[in-house]
């Protein structure tokens, strides 16, 4: 982990007192059960980060590099709402990201994310940006696709959904065909939802790609990418249900016959 400097350490102790005269465990207690993952949070609406966000960068002037060091330091605690709070800064400094940044935020996603809201908030707001910046192309994205953490894996696919009007539809469908087979449910429900929002710009090369992998997408992705299709459509990709064995008639018992007297 990053060493707190001076600087560091004043602006988390900051933070802290922030958060705990804050805190809202009745909230937090109802925001859980969207994380089965698990969830440690204060219960603090980000609205309420976002003030705390801007105190940070006009007291601090703290540089997008700076943001990205402190941001793998606040997203380790665990805690949601310092992760959160790492992501708004950065997002703050949109145009001045370079490769640098981009290299620390991959190490957010592949050793301190946790949940997969810290994962869609990244790969909707902060990748988008190093495809606009230049910074990263589908070639050099592949080391991202194949990263151990799933959390980096959802973040890849969340982020290309900001792109299709940019990059060609093929070609995103061609290098999101590895994660057909990925084992996480996090990246099979990011995939249905790309698959299903891409149908909308491009349906044709969407549906060659179903038809063509049709027998190794999971059910569910199939299910989701095809929840906009007219319902004709739709059953040509999913998979057909399972026919069960009729039941064999019981026969009814035999009377028990009567003694002859």
Do not use: N
């Given at each position: 982990m990053t060493e707190m400097n001076k600087r560091f350490k004043s602006i988390y102790a900051e933070i802290e007192r922030f958060c705990f005269d804050r805190e809202d465990p009745v909230l937090a207690l109802r925001n859980m059960r969207n994380f089965t993952e698990g969830y440690d949070a204060f219960g603090i609406e980000d609205e309420e980060?976002?003030?705390?966000?801007?105190?940070?960068?006009?007291?601090?002037?703290?540089?997008?590099?700076?943001?990205?060091e402190l941001g793998l330091i606040l997203l380790k605690t665990g805690k949601y709402e310092f992760g959160t709070l790492a992501i708004l800064l950065i997002k703050k400094h949109r145009p001045r990201m370079d490769a640098y940044v981009r290299e620390r935020i991959k190490e957010w996603l592949d050793t301190a994310v946790e949940n997969w809201a810290h994962a869609d908030f990244i790969g909707s707001k902060i990748l988008p940006i190093f495809f606009e910046l230049e910074l990263i192309d589908l070639e050099s994205y592949a080391s991202w696709r194949d990263s151990r953490s799933k959390y980096t894996r959802r973040a890849v696919v969340t982020s290309l959904m900001w792109q299709?009007?940019?990059?060609?539809?093929?070609?995103?469908?061609?290098?999101?065909?590895?994660?057909?087979?990925?084992?996480?449910?996090?990246?099979?429900?990011?995939?249905?939802?790309?698959?299903?929002?891409?149908?909308?710009?491009?349906?044709?090369?969407?549906?060659?790609?179903?038809?063509?992998?049709?027998?190794?997408?999971?059910?569910?992705?199939?299910?989701?990418?095809?929840?906009?299709?007219?319902?004709?459509?739709?059953?040509?990709?999913?998979?057909?249900?399972?026919?069960?064995?009729?039941?064999p008639r019981s026969r009814p018992n035999p009377k028990p016959r009567r003694k002859q007297e």
């Open positions: 980060l976002k003030v705390l966000r801007d105190r940070i960068l006009d007291d601090y002037e703290i540089t997008p590099r700076e943001i990205a299709r009007r940019a990059l060609d539809a093929e070609a995103m469908l061609a290098f999101l065909t590895p994660l057909i087979r990925d084992q996480e449910k996090v990246v099979q429900q990011a995939l249905g939802w790309f698959l299903s929002d891409l149908w909308e710009k491009a349906p044709i090369p969407v549906e060659a790609f179903l038809e063509e992998h049709k027998d190794s997408l999971d059910s569910s992705v199939l299910k989701q990418a095809t929840e906009k299709m007219p319902l004709s459509k739709a059953k040509l990709y999913r998979p057909k249900p399972k026919k069960t064995a009729p039941k």
